[in-house]
């Protein structure tokens, strides 16, 4: 998001979004959404301003980022070619009634799943693809060590945030006083912060990585403390009242966690399309039962989306794990077999 | 003006009933075509979240707030926020503007040239970049709060702000509180945030730059006849400004100054760019804890309207006290 952008304009704006939300938007029938992307032959897919690691443009515009990925796949499965997503940054306040309104099919944005969102909203959250956890960054100078230490302490972090809410909640609960300043843009809060103006800085703890190693003015001089004060499943979410569409943006990142249990990756699976005889791997590949058409997608949906983007492990390792510059350890991100938390439902 | 007789008086009246009617008709329809369709999507509206608690803190005001109380307050704390910003600089735009303006027409060449640079200037950049740039300047420049620099015993000015003693009342009756130092800079007293230095500074010394502009052209639309019989009747410069030239003035400048307060009052939203906790940043903050867009800028509207409403009253009010009888 520009940091030139009148706040006014922008809640004109959103009520405009907001207003258009109800009343351009078209009762629902099912496979609409699917309609009208193969219509316009691309996938909507609303992003963060950028935030590395999730979705964030480089000098020449392309987008790359796990969440950036999840929308290539969809688009791969969808249309059959992952260069067909048009992404659309979004700020933290605007999302969701870009959602709402139908300017975007499908919303990946590092947004977090929570009861409130998921029941009032109008959208449907449909599978994690990242667990995070909120925490904090300091700078060394303090010789703080444990957040426990944050006493009297101001925080920065940035409005329209599940973050927020937590600080505040986590303040109370510990009887640990901090002051919370606000920005309304990501930019502004941890400009802020790496000026000096606040003692600490608050956000999952992914996009703390991505802070320090990328706008720190020298990383070294900041720490990330080690606890997490939150629970923040990541997950991509669509409108209500399109099943068809809800089932696509739930089964095809399924289908690509699915893919790193089966041991289907980017480098093996034509190797593995033509010799592989496991019925598990060939209904991802599209050699086997036809996987596609209670979706409403081709036979080989998965083996499109798999191609394009890896599967799970390698989207994380490209984007957050060794591959990237944010060097995050895969932790709960792993596989349940491997004492993770990532758990595909069986595609069969 | 006669008014038009029998029949077409009548259509007149008919006319501005059936377009009220259409007005209202219509803005009925929008509401309600998007309440329903709302409702079929599955997203809650509607006020009633005004009572839930608000669940976030608000960082600085003068109404305490904590995250326990509810939304209505928290917009109350933005609200008193706005005017704890919008206030003082007015205050500074009227006076460094009057200053300026009367500035602009002295024979002294420096002055004048200095006054109208300024006012160049600051017309010609837009008040976001003025008020960020006054923002990060002061966040940079400023020391780091453990090492604030001391200006008075117990007053302090680093990036947590200006930090003064303050009185607090205690079982034992008032005392002054002093700031003390700790591990994140200083605790205790009173402190005037960054945030709250650059709204009011950026918001005072820009408009001071219009109301300059609107000075002048008050005390140039006095004839120079009246000055100049003024002097002639051998009145001091002084006086003549006072008792000749500025009651003129005033009832050019008072009604121009009106529109000149409205804008700041409502060019304090921008303080949501650099985190000051005023009545638009609350509602942000609401409408995303709440999911709910239409309400929270519907109170935010309700808001600036009944301020916009007050103060042009109480402008209207002085205004028909300094214009000239008989000259409206």
Redesign the interface.
């Known amino acids: 998001m520009p ?2 952008s ?3 304009h922008r ?1 004109a704006a ?2 405009g ?3 258009s ?3 351009l ?1 078209p ?2 029938h099912a496979g609409k959404t699917l309609d009208a992307v193969k219509q316009r032959g691309s996938v909507k897919c609303g992003v963060t301003t950028g935030l590395a690691g999730f979705s964030a443009p480089d000098a020449k515009g392309h987008w790359s980022g796990l969440d950036a990925d999840t929308c290539r796949a969809i688009a791969a499965a969808v249309l059959g070619d992952a260069g067909k997503v048009e992404f659309v940054p979004l700020n ?2 605007q999302r ?2 870009a959602l ?1 309104a139908g300017e975007i099919d499908i919303l990946a944005r590092n947004t977090t799943w929570n009861l ?2 998921d029941a ?3 959208f449907h959250f449909t599978t994690i693809t990242y667990y995070d956890g909120q925490g904090f960054l300091v700078p060394k100078k ?1 010789k ?1 060590t444990s957040a426990r ?1 944050l006493k ?3 925080v ?1 972090t940035q ?3 599940t973050n ?2 937590n ?3 986590w ?2 609960a510990q009887g640990i006083p901090v ?7 990501f930019e ?2 941890y ?2 912060f790496f ?3 606040c ?1 600490a800085f608050t956000t999952d703890a992914s996009a703390l990585a991505a802070l320090r190693n990328k706008e720190a003015p020298n990383p070294d001089d900041y720490l990330i403390l080690p606890e997490l004060i939150s629970k923040e499943p990541l997950a991509p979410l669509v ?3 399109d099943d068809e569409w809800f089932a696509i943006a739930k089964w095809v990142p399924n289908a690509l966690i699915e893919a790193e249990e089966a041991g289907i990756g980017q480098g093996s699976i034509d190797k593995l399309k033509a010799d592989s005889k496991d019925p598990a791997q060939m209904r991802l590949l599209g050699t086997g039962d036809d996987m596609g058409k209670l979706l409403g997608l081709p036979k080989d949906w998965s083996y499109k989306a798999i191609k394009a983007v890896g599967n799970y492990g390698e989207m994380f390792e490209r984007n957050l794990g060794a591959g990237s510059d944010l060097k995050l350890p895969r932790g709960v991100n792993r596989l349940w077999n491997q004492g993770g938390l990532l758990y595909a439902l069986p595609v069969r | 003006m006669k008014e038009p007789a029998g029949p077409g008086r009548w259509q007149a009246l008919v006319l501005q009933v059936v377009l009220v009617a259409a007005v209202l008709g219509a803005g009925w329809w ?1 509401v309600e ?3 329903a ?2 409702r ?5 509206s509607g006020f009633d979240f005004l009572r839930d608690a608000a ?3 608000i ?2 005001g003068w109404l305490a707030f ?3 109380q509810p939304f209505w307050r928290a917009f109350l704390a933005g609200l008193v926020n706005t005017v704890r910003a919008a206030v003082p600089a007015t205050v500074i735009a009227i006076v460094l503007g009057t200053l300026l303006g009367v500035a602009r027409l002295t024979p002294h060449r420096l002055v004048r040239g200095l006054a109208s640079l300024y006012v160049q200037t600051l017309r010609n950049v ?1 008040l ?2 003025l008020l ?1 740039l006054m923002y ?1 300047a002061l ?2 420049l400023l020391p ?2 453990e090492h604030a620099v001391q200006l008075l015993p117990g007053v302090s000015l680093g ?2 702000g200006l930090v003064l003693p303050w009185p607090v009342h205690a079982e034992a009756g008032w005392t002054l509180e002093w700031p003390e130092q ?4 200083v ?1 205790g007293g009173a402190s005037l945030s ?2 709250y230095l650059a709204i009011t500074l950026a918001l005072g010394l820009y408009t001071a730059a219009y109301v300059a502009e609107i000075v002048r052209a008050g005390i140039e639309s006095v004839g120079s006849g009246q000055v100049l019989a003024a002097q002639a009747l051998g009145l001091p410069p002084g006086p003549v400004m006072r008792l000749v030239v500025l009651p003129q003035a005033l009832r050019l400048i008072v009604p121009a100054l009106t529109s000149q307060v409205l804008s700041l009052v ?1 060019n304090s ?2 303080a ?4 000051y ?1 005023e009545l ?2 609350i ?3 609401s ?5 709910r ?2 309400e929270c ?1 519907a109170v ?1 509207m309700a808001v600036y309207l009944a301020l916009s409403l007050l103060i042009a009253l109480a402008m209207q009010v002085y205004n028909s006290r300094v214009a000239l009888r008989g000259w409206s």
């Not at chain 1, 002051?179 to 843009?185: N, Q, Y």
């Not at chain 2, 949501?272 to 985190?275: Q, R």
């Open positions: 940091l030139l009148l706040p006014t809640a959103l009520a979004l907001a207003v939300a109800a009343l938007a009762a629902a933290s306040q969701f009634a709402q409130t969102r009032s909203l109008g303090f703080v230490q009297g302490a101001t920065c409005s329209g945030t927020e809410k600080v505040a909640d303040s109370r002051k919370t300043l606000v920005f309304e843009s502004a809060s400009k802020a000026a000096g103006r003692q409108r209500r009242g | 929008v075509q998007a309440l369709t709302l079929a999507r599955g997203v809650h669940g976030f803190e960082s600085e904590d995250s326990t837009p976001l970049v960020l990060f966040t940079h780091d709060p990036k947590s700790t591990l994140f800079g605790s960054p945030e409502k939203s921008l949501v760019a650099i985190g906790p638009v940043s509602a942000n903050t409408l995303n804890a709440t999911g867009p239409f800028i935010v």
